[in-house]
């Protein structure tokens, strides 16, 4: 998408997904799926995780039985159609908090909610459905972990714009640097672009100066506030 915006893409990744470390745990919450009321999916990749043990126990998607399926946001609902799965719900807002009231408004106390998501993942949603009253399992589908790369730093000198797609890869940006000191000097005088607000306020975390947000917090959404920005520059 850059490429054909007329950009020079340098690809060097922060991060890279593992399996959980309870792989039993998130298979043996693939297999009582339909005991849930809602099953809750944050990310297309948690999605690929449940689908992939899904198959490995050939079974199908009767396999959520009567439970309703939630989706963080537009990609992640497009991961669920690539399935043949429509989600039943998916925030006007693409994060936990807004995910958690539009849950809470579709649900009622007592419901079980099983929430498959990354390892690491911030505790938001959960929290928030608790304190109503919902029963939520959270269930780790993956996990991130960081990627080393010894050129890192010359790829980062090399680009006047970094992007960030999550809060993770901005800490992987700082573990690359060594440290958020590192990692702010050497964003200092470029411009730095994220998907939404909470990898803004990441960034900000380690020091490094948001000059662009994107408003759908989507790739496409972070594409289009970047030439909204390349226009009023």
């Known amino acids: 998408m850059l490429a054909d915006a007329g950009a020079q893409a340098v690809l060097a990744p922060t991060i890279q997904l593992v399996p959980p470390d309870e792989r039993a745990a998130a298979e043996q919450a693939v297999a009582r799926a339909a005991t849930y009321t809602w099953v809750v999916f944050t990310s297309a990749n948690g999605v690929r995780a449940f689908f992939d043990i899904m198959r490995s126990r050939r079974e199908d998607a009767r396999l959520f039985g009567s439970a309703r399926i939630a989706a963080i946001g537009i990609k992640t609902a497009e991961a669920l159609l690539e399935q043949r799965v429509y ?20 649900s009622k106390p007592g419901d079980a909610i099983l929430i498959f998501r990354a390892e690491e993942a911030r505790d938001v949603l959960p929290v928030r459905l608790r304190e109503s009253g919902r029963e939520a399992d ?51 005088g470029k411009v730095v672009a994220c998907i939404g607000p909470i990898t ?5 975390a380690h020091g490094l100066r948001v000059d662009v947000i994107a408003e759908a917090f989507t790739v496409d959404g972070l594409l289009a506030a970047l030439e909204r920005a390349a226009t009023t520059a």
């Not at 807002?93 to 849950?103: K, R, S």
């Not at 803004?200 to 900000?204: H, I, L, S, W």
């Open 138 to 188: 959270v269930i780790a589908a993956y996990k991130t972990v960081f990627t080393d790369d010894p050129d890192f730093a010359a790829k980062v000198a090399s680009c006047d714009i970094l992007t960030f797609t999550s809060a993770s890869t901005v800490r992987g940006f700082a573990h690359n640097l060594h440290g958020s000191a590192q990692a702010a000097r050497a964003a200092n």
């Open 200 to 204: 803004a306020g990441e960034a900000r």
């Open 87 to 106: 989600a039943d719900l998916v925030p006007q807002t693409y994060v936990a908090e807004d995910l958690a009231e539009a849950l809470i408004t579709a």
